[in-house]
């Protein structure tokens, strides 16, 4: 049997705080590759890893910050939402603390405000993320 | 650039009622193909379906059910939690009303009361599983 599923992947709420726990904004990463834009970090699943081992990493390698898993957020799977392919993203929430520094597939990596969110600049769903994490 | 990502599966915690909205218990499935044994209905997600829609058509294809989604879960994803290969499955809980009846992969499909859960033939992670549920 041929199985064919979805791409898995995972992306990232990060809610940044200071070291006094005064919360800053979140992170939101300028993708190196297409589609161009601003989008939250992430990135797919590789066979051998939990979704949760994988969102630790992705967060590490696009944003340089050790990020703590606050819960499951949300799952995303309109087959449209990537204009790539289908992929289901797992999205966390997540907390982290200090600077995130753009790295691999970011071009950059910077905090905003929940005022400042650029919607028009997200790529992929991650403006429906973003409004559905506001309204949570 | 190849992508290799673990398979997405669904699976369904389906809280079945009567016509007078009492609360009957959950449906198990009896596999019709290896691993043998008792498992939650689900299976995996098709290219160009959102989860939500592969988790209603798997409830119908293996209970005959129409399901509700109540809401997401939570998500299973260790390398190991199915012998055969990698996969991440997506967990929600249904509400039905009715009588199962076990088609398609599913050799039966019945309700069990929630004190009567048979743990020891449950397949895969889906003893956690259901344990999480209890709990939650």
């Keep these: 049997m041929a ?3 979805p791409y898995v992947a995972v992306d990232g709420i990060i809610k940044v ?4 726990e005064n919360f800053k904004g979140i992170v939101l990463i300028e993708r190196k590759n297409p589609p161009y834009g601003l989008a939250l970090p992430g990135g797919f699943v590789d066979v051998g890893e939990s979704v949760e081992e994988a969102l630790i990493r ?5 944003t340089n910050l050790d ?4 819960k499951l957020f949300n799952v995303y799977s ?5 204009p790539r392919f289908h992929t289901v993203s797992i999205v966390f929430l997540c907390k982290a603390y200090g600077q995130p520094i753009g790295k691999d597939d970011a071009k950059k ?8 969110i650029p919607f028009e600049k997200l790529v992929f769903d991650h403006g429906k993320i973003l409004k559905d994490f506001l309204n949570s």
């Design 17 to 20: 705080f200071d070291e006094n």
């Design 78 to 82: 309109k087959p449209d939402r990537d």
């Design 58 to 62: 992705e967060m590490k390698e696009e």
């Design 109 to 116: 990596a910077d905090v905003y405000r929940l005022e400042e």
């Design 3 to 5: 199985i064919k599923t």
């Design 67 to 70: 990020v703590e898993i606050v």
